[in-house]
């Protein structure tokens, strides 16, 4: 994912558990992450098929590499104030990051509908 690049990033933003999830991720996936990052480029807005096509040209990530994402995925660090902030001060807008999720789940084979972050708005307005 973009928002999880080579950019130094601050002792404030280190502390934040989902910026620390990103670089746990980038960590225990290596390249994996920057090829994701480029199949999504091009992919904002894309349809499903699109997406999946995409990602069936992408070496398939390890087991362990798809655990730490759907961790990350759980805690809602995919829409977390603290990475989207990481990602955009790496030219990376939230509409690339949500793709990068889209590439992601494929890949990691989780089903499209596990979003803690649509949960979290959506509960977010029944109140």
Request: with cysteine.
């Amino acid at each position: 994912m973009a928002l999880i690049g080579q950019a130094p990033f601050t002792l404030a933003a280190s502390a934040d558990t989902c910026v620390s999830a990103t670089m746990n991720m980038v960590g225990v996936c290596g390249s994996f992450v920057s090829k994701v990052q480029n199949a999504a480029k091009t992919l904002v807005g894309a349809p499903d098929a699109d997406i999946a096509a995409a990602a069936a040209q992408i070496p398939p990530p390890t087991t362990q590499c798809c655990g730490v994402y759907r961790d990350f995925l759980s805690a809602g660090c995919n829409c977390d104030k603290g990475v989207l902030a990481l990602a955009a001060a790496q030219s990376t807008p939230e509409q690339a990051v949500a793709t990068q999720t889209r590439v992601w789940k494929v890949e990691c084979n989780i089903a499209p509908s596990f979003d803690h972050c649509t949960v979290a708005a959506s509960a977010s307005t029944l109140g």
